[in-house]
């Protein structure tokens, strides 16, 4: 499959971590997503309903990073491939959570984990 949506830098703020005090203050997590589908028919009746509204899937996608704090960004990302690939349309997904204001004691630009789903 080669057809794709990809929404970059989705910026939602969170309270995941492993440490308490990331819990309570929280901090920017960005979300980078590509779902896999079959465009075809989208673009042959330039009907939308024939596709993954991606607005709507940022709403989605950021909702469930936002929500129900965990430890893990690994977590994070499995949660968000699932809001993802219960749209029928999907066909795989690939998602990337950055946590750029990790508690690492050296300087960095960025941590991330990336996971690519497929629907079963």
Do not use: C
């Not at 309270?15 to 590509?34: A, L, R, S």
């Not at 004691?105 to 941590?111: A, G, H, L, N, Q």
């Amino acid at each position: 499959m080669t057809d794709s949506i990809t929404l970059t830098g989705l910026r939602v703020n969170a309270h995941h971590g492993v440490y308490d005090f990331e819990k309570e203050n929280g901090q920017d997590f960005v979300i980078d997503v590509t779902v896999w589908l079959d465009l075809l028919a989208a673009a042959a009746s330039d009907d939308v309903t024939q596709t993954i509204h991606y607005g709507e899937l940022a709403e989605e996608v950021t909702d469930a990073a936002r929500h129900n704090p965990v430890d893990l960004i690994e977590t994070v990302a499995e949660r968000i491939a699932a809001v993802v690939l219960a749209h029928p349309p999907a066909l795989r997904v690939q998602v990337t959570v950055h946590k750029p204001q990790a508690p690492i004691s050296v300087p960095f630009t960025d941590v991330a984990v990336q996971i690519t789903r497929s629907r079963s």
